[in-house]
């Protein structure tokens, strides 16, 4: 059944949505026990994987979700200890919202079956956020998004070709800053010469 089929029958008929609900799960219960077992995990990722594209309602718009919306608000033009520690709480507040935009996002993107739109729509706003690498190794979104890869839209193998050469760079720049100048090949000794 489609979501606007749904939407239609609810919309014309004094069936209360939560309700029928109810009264799907007792019925799935009684007549379909095993089938509702053997999907129960399902059922439940359902429930908890929040819906971030909404270009599939009827009206075709999609709007990103307000708490998806990054808001970085660093003041930085400050001086003291206190104050320079307020700022790296709200640093790493601002990398663990990141994370779990990021962590939303990627669930949403494993969900067989997205639209064109929706994923292109989670794609540029993967596109927009500022990612450190950090970020990157702890949700592993490169891998989910680099899946995307071999798709059949020439819009998402854009952006994902987009996305992984932005990550690649930056994993390769905290890699050159984080590897000590032995394992490089370079000696203080050859680059004063």
């Known amino acids: 059944m489609e979501l606007d089929e749904l939407r239609s029958m609810l919309k014309n008929s004094s ?42 309602n009827s009206d075709g718009n999609y709007e990103i979700p307000k708490s998806l919306i990054c808001n970085r608000s660093i003041d930085t033009n400050v001086d003291d200890d206190h104050h320079k520690l307020k700022i790296e709480e709200k640093s790493t507040e601002y990398e663990e919202d990141l994370e779990s935009k990021i962590l939303r996002i990627k669930n949403h993107i494993e969900i067989p079956n997205q639209s064109e739109n929706c994923l292109v729509d989670l794609l540029q706003y993967l596109a927009e956020m500022d990612i450190s690498f950090k970020v990157l190794e702890k949700t592993d979104i490169g891998r989910h998004v680099n899946r995307l890869r071999k798709h059949s839209s020439n819009e998402v193998r854009r952006l994902v070709k987009l996305l992984i050469r932005r990550w690649k760079d930056i994993v390769d720049e905290w890699v050159r800053l984080n590897t000590p100048v032995e394992e490089t090949g370079i000696t203080l000794l050859s680059l004063s010469h």
């Open 15 to 56: 069936v209360d949505l939560w309700g029928l609900i109810d009264t799907a799960i007792s019925v799935a219960i009684l007549d379909h026990g095993n089938e509702l077992r053997s999907r129960r995990d399902a059922i439940v990722e359902k429930l908890y994987t929040p819906v971030l594209c909404n270009s599939c």
